[in-house]
């Protein structure tokens, strides 16, 4: 038997007050869970696989590496840069390239 494409046996069934109240342990764990309510399935909870901290570290050295290049193709400081992303101030014409130049990559 499947729930939604899943075998009921990698899946856990839990109700709508079980999932709020022990929502903490099932977000960090691993199990596939089937958020119930009254019995019927409302949603479902599939994780990240565990290489979770591995796909994070990449992003924050893409991350990084954008930066840098950034800083070195406009001559900015990183707390320009910095000040770009700050909403309260206005968007200078000047560093519209920058911005057109950030939205292009991927982080």
Do not use: W
């Amino acid at each position: 038997m499947t729930t939604g494409g899943y075998k009921e046996d990698v899946v856990k069934h839990v109700g709508v007050r079980e999932f709020r109240d022990h929502a903490t342990q099932y977000l960090s764990g691993d199990e596939v869970l089937a958020v119930e309510r009254h019995g019927e399935p409302i949603g479902f909870y599939i994780p990240t696989s565990a290489n979770r901290r591995e796909r994070f570290e990449q992003a924050l050295e893409r991350f990084e590496q954008t930066v840098q290049r950034m800083v070195a193709e406009t001559g900015m400081s990183e707390d320009e840069l910095a000040d770009l992303f700050d909403l309260k101030q206005p968007l200078p014409d000047a560093q519209a390239k920058t911005i057109e130049i950030l939205t292009k990559d991927d982080f």
